[in-house]
C-alpha cells in the first residue's frame, strides 16, 4: 500500500501525484491542507511521526518514507 500526503498548492505534491499515476501506481492520498479540526490535526501528526517532521509530499510505501519529489527513490523502492 503507498500513501501520499500532500498538500492541494504544493507544486511538488503535483509532481508527485502526477508521477505516481503516469506510472500506475496504486495510492491513497490525503491532501492535509483540505481536512478538517481533528481530522487535520491527526493527519499533521501522522506525516510529523512517520517522517519527523512537516514537509511535503510523504509518500509511505511499507516501511519506507520519501519526503520530498525524489522520483529515483520512488522508481526504486516501488520497483518501477
Sequence with gaps: MVKLYALST???CRMTRKFLDDEGVEYEEVEVDKLEGAEREDAVEEVRRVSGG???????????VI????????KKTLGI
Design 10 to 12: 504544493c507544486p511538488y
Design 54 to 64: 512537516t514537509s511535503f509530499p510523504v509518500v509511505v510505501a511499507g516501511e519506507e
Design 67 to 74: 519526503v520530498g519529489f525524489d522520483k529515483a527513490r520512488i
